[in-house]
Nanobody
Framework: QVQLVESGGGLVQAGGSLRLSCAAS????????MAWYRQVPGNQREWVAT???????SYADSVKGRFTISRDNAKNTVYLQMSSLKPEDTAAYIC??????????WGQGTQVTVSS
């Protein structure tokens, strides 16, 4: 099993930046990919970004050019650097791990609130 713990959320003004962290309970070196999602109450969970074990990245169009996903295998941590934040980025940001085999894992989320 893998436990994921997100941190780094908070309240920020529009145009500001935040860096989210997702710490895994064991090595992420054997995890195929990790991703960030976000969710607003009452809405479906929305994919934000993915990083593969090889370092390949992909982003939702809504965050492309503003958000950067990265991983530090030595620290078992994945990051989401968010810049030029907009009020519509307000959501709970949730980390997801895709093991090479077996079920996927989700964290509990960290709240990001962007004020206008």
């Amino acid at each position: 099993q893998v436990q994921l713990v997100e941190s780094g959320g908070g309240l920020v003004q529009a145009g500001g930046s935040l860096r989210l962290s997702c710490a895994a309970s064991r090595s992420i070196g054997s995890i195929n990919a990790m991703a960030w999602y976000r969710q607003v109450p009452g809405n479906q969970r929305e994919w934000v970004a993915t990083i593969t074990s090889g370092g390949g990245t992909s982003y939702a169009d809504s965050v492309k050019g503003r958000f950067t996903i990265s991983r530090d295998n030595a620290k078992n941590t994945v990051y989401l650097q968010m810049s030029s934040l907009k009020p519509e980025d307000t959501a709970a940001y949730i980390c997801k791990a895709y093991p090479i085999s077996g079920p996927v894992y989700w964290g509990q989320g960290t709240q990001v609130t962007v004020s206008s």
